[in-house]
């Protein structure tokens, strides 16, 4: 017969591995991450450089994309953390701080209305990538342990780190 202890380190090892997503995903998720933090400036510089922008939105937007890319820079150090202890509370921080960077690049969105159509296109290409992205990161991180979540989020196939470059440099050269 199995000891209370010994139960309850199987039932903690059990529910590690159904928490934890894919150490392919988890270095994927850090690739990409540290690729949109050296995207998120030149936005800003194509932004400015328009000089169609009146300076409060100019500001608006640049405290946006300061703000989003402290979010992006907190969400990988959970990253690194959930891949040493993976945690349901720690997937949930990770996506909770996805989400507020989402919601400042939208700021970025919004001052974007004001340029050209092309200028506009541009931005809005490349700040959709990086939004639609941290959404996929977002989702591989399980915050409920069930199977089916589990399999879920590893069914959840990341692009390459090079990938979204191209993908970000068509709207931003």
Do not use: W
């Not at 000089?51 to 979010?71: F, I, M, R």
């Not at 069914?155 to 050269?173: E, G, M, R, V």
């Amino acid at each position: 017969m199995l000891s209370r202890k010994l139960k309850a380190s199987i039932v903690g090892l059990l529910a590690a591995g159904l928490i934890a997503c894919t150490p392919s995903q988890i270095q994927t998720s850090e690739s990409l991450i540290t690729v949109i933090l050296q995207d998120v400036p030149p936005i800003l510089t194509m932004l400015a450089g328009f000089g169609v922008l009146a300076q409060p939105q100019l500001t608006q937007a640049q405290a946006a994309a300061g703000q989003a890319s402290a979010d992006f820079s907190l969400a990988l150090s959970l990253i690194k953390q959930y891949q040493a202890t993976p945690s349901t509370t720690t997937a949930q921080k990770i996506q909770a701080t996805l989400g507020d960077a989402q919601t400042n690049l939208n700021a970025i969105l919004t001052a974007a209305h004001a340029l050209n159509p092309q200028s506009r296109d541009q931005i809005t290409g490349a700040v959709t990538l990086i939004i639609n992205t941290a959404s996929q990161i977002a989702a591989v991180f399980p915050t409920v342990a069930t199977t089916s979540a589990v399999k879920a989020s590893n069914a959840i196939k990341l692009p390459s780190a090079n990938s979204f470059q191209k993908q970000f440099h068509a709207y931003i050269p």
